[in-house]
Structure formats: C-alpha cells, structure tokens
C-alpha cells in the first residue's frame, strides 16, 4: 500500500512538472522557475526549457538591399574544321656548278600547295665567264688581237678602251683607223644606247657654252634654242 502511494505520488509530481515547464516559456525568450528547499530556508532560482529569439531589420525610407550575381561563359571554339590532310613540302632541288669547268649557275624552285606540290631545277648559262674563258685561250694561242676582240663585246670594256685612246679592233682596223668606223658604223657598238645618250647630253652642254660665249660678245643679241640647246633663226625653214 506504501508502495502504491508512492508511485502514485511520483506519477503526480512529474505530471505538474511538465505543466509548469510549458507554461514559464514567455514570448521574450526566457523561462523563469523558482525552487525552494524547506528546512535551511533557501531559494534557488534556476533558468529552464526553451529560447525564444526574435530579430527585426529596419532599413530607411527609399533604401533597400538587392544582391545580384550574375556569371556569363562565353566560349568560342575557332578551330579549323576543313581538311587537315597534309603533304610533304615541296623543295627546290640544288644545282651545282661547283668543282667543274663550266660557265653555268644553277636555279632551282619549288612550289608547295595544299593538295598538291612541285619543284624543278635548272641551268643558266653564264656568258661573261665564257667571254673571259675564251679570251684567256686565245691569248696563250698568242692570238691577242682576238683575245681584245672577243672582251670588247662586253660594253663596259668597249667603254674603257674608247676612254683609254685604244679603240677596240674594227674588221683588221686598230687604233684611229678602228675609231673611225665605228664612228662611221655607230649601231654597231655595244654600248650604242648609252653611247647615243652620251652625246645628246655633250651636244647641249656644248650648244649652251656657246651662246652664253656670243652673249659675251653681244649683249643686245637674241638668241632662241630648242630642247636641245640648238640655235633657231627666225624667218628661215
């Protein structure tokens, strides 16, 4: 019967706990329980059960608060789609002339397509080495008047033997006598087109020296030229 009692007096005090407990939770987020201890006259005061939290975030008048993210990817693949078959490349072939006695010089190219390549090789013939090699054979034949011969058909040595007073042969003609024909026979030079040049340039110099000398002489006198430098008389045909 004891026993009885006593569980029964248990089953009660926790009923009135748990009521008490849910009842002490405020709205401000504090439960309150005071214990008293009989017999040393003592008070406890012990903060129990839930929390409560409340937050509340003003902003003025005309203010707001906006957070945006934004992420753009832009990936652009340029990578050549077309035909990516490949070929050797096409490479000019090399022409020696090197180590051998003649007067040739090699050229060569080569041309490299996408589908389709070529290249080709050939020689050139160098004729101022043959001139040079084949007066050097006449020469030790002791056949020297040839030998000048055939260098005088370069026009710069043609030049530099008019120059030096020594006018290249002419048909078996040498000295003033080879000058003459090729005065006479001027086309038949290998310098014709600067020789031409040459004394158009000397006859205007010439023409100017001598008017300014008649002006010198005569003052009044009126002297009228071409494009040339040449005197024109007025009234005559």
Known sequence: MQRLFLGLSTLLMVVLLCVNVSADVTGAGSTTNDQVTSGSSSSNTAITGGYHSEATTNYQSGSSQTTSTTNTTNNNNNSYTGDTRTVPSASAPGISAMSQDLCTVGVGIGIQKPLIGGSIGITKRDMNCER????????????????????????????????????????????AEAEDEWKKYEQQRPDYEEYTKALRYMERVDNKIANEQELEVNPNAQIITDGNGNRIQLGNE
Do not use: W
């Open 132 to 175: 040079m090699k084949l007066a050097k054979l006449l020469f030790d034949f002791n056949m020297k008047v040839s030998a000048v011969a055939i260098l005088c058909q370069d026009h710069r040595v043609f030049q530099s033997m008019i120059m030096a007073g020594t006018p290249c042969p002419f048909f078996g003609k040498i000295g």
